[in-house]
């Protein structure tokens, strides 16, 4: 018994002091940094023998899911602000499916943050544009007035710029201020509405955009077909059928105007 309670409280030492060193700690965050690594081929050069022989089986199966090809694109390409080849792209995409809802939207939006990966030059699988959109957002279209057109670009003047679709063009400042917008060539009217493509998120009045929370006219389908990761692989499987190679570039929808 006495062997018994001996080891009875060796062990609770042991389980005390445990506890203290893994107690949390009082850390400060002092700075947070990132960057983009593209992995690509120049990773396989080197392969562990070892590892690829066990990893063997299941890449078969998630090959069998993910490898598909969907099509091409020319050149890298990435999310930036104000403005980038996969933003612009992926805004375009939302008005070209607008045709199989009956709709003609004059404006597409995307959110920078809803673009979580980058598109590398070559074959376009269905990995990729998992990766790209891997959320559950959903296309939908809503009617905003000329006013509220104008608030929503001012707000997405204050982010510094977010996914919008050709035609458009807006002048911000520096500090992020809306100092011209045009679409289609032509001034934004107050008395005229405007049929906006967009993602259901948005319409939440989420990721500082509240002006597309005011639309009028909601179309919001929920069935998963309508993801915008199907629109983005429908776009690009239309595209390799023609035999064309999918492209974008950076054109001016959004220039930001130095104050020097």
């Not at 403005?83 to 045709?99: F, G, H, P």
Request: hydrophobic fraction near 40%; glycine fraction near 6%; include cysteine.
């Amino acid at each position: 018994m006495l062997i018994m309670k001996y080891r009875y409280h060796f062990f609770a030492f042991v389980a005390l002091m445990t506890t203290v060193a893994c107690a949390p700690k009082h850390y400060q965050l002092t700075s947070v940094e990132r960057t983009r690594i593209i992995v690509d081929s120049r990773y396989d050069e080197n392969p562990d023998e070892a590892a690829a022989k066990f990893l063997a089986p299941y890449k078969r199966v998630n090959d069998s899911i993910m490898a598909p090809l969907m099509g091409r694109v020319a050149h890298n390409m990435h999310a930036k602000r104000p403005e980038s080849d996969l933003s612009n792209l992926v805004s375009d995409i939302l008005v070209w499916a607008a045709k199989d809802y009956g709709e003609q939207p004059v404006l597409g939006i995307y959110n920078m943050g809803g673009i979580r990966a980058d598109l590398v030059k070559g074959d376009v699988t269905y990995e990729d544009v998992l990766s790209i959109a891997p959320f559950e957002n959903k296309i939908c279209f809503i009617t905003l007035t000329g006013e509220k057109m104008m608030d929503l670009f001012r707000q997405i003047a204050r982010r510094g710029g977010e996914g919008v679709s050709k035609g458009t063009e807006l002048v911000i400042s520096e500090d992020g201020e809306l100092l011209s917008a045009r679409l289609h060539g032509e001034d934004i009217d107050s008395d005229e509405e405007y049929r906006i493509a967009t993602i259901n998120y948005l319409i939440e009045g989420n990721d500082g955009m509240p002006a597309l929370k005011e639309g009028t006219d909601v179309v919001a389908p929920t069935d998963p077909s309508n993801n915008t990761r199907y629109l983005i692989m429908n776009f690009f499987r239309d595209k390799l059928k023609r035999g064309e190679v999918v492209d974008a570039k950076e054109e001016g929808r959004i220039i930001v105007k130095s104050e020097q």
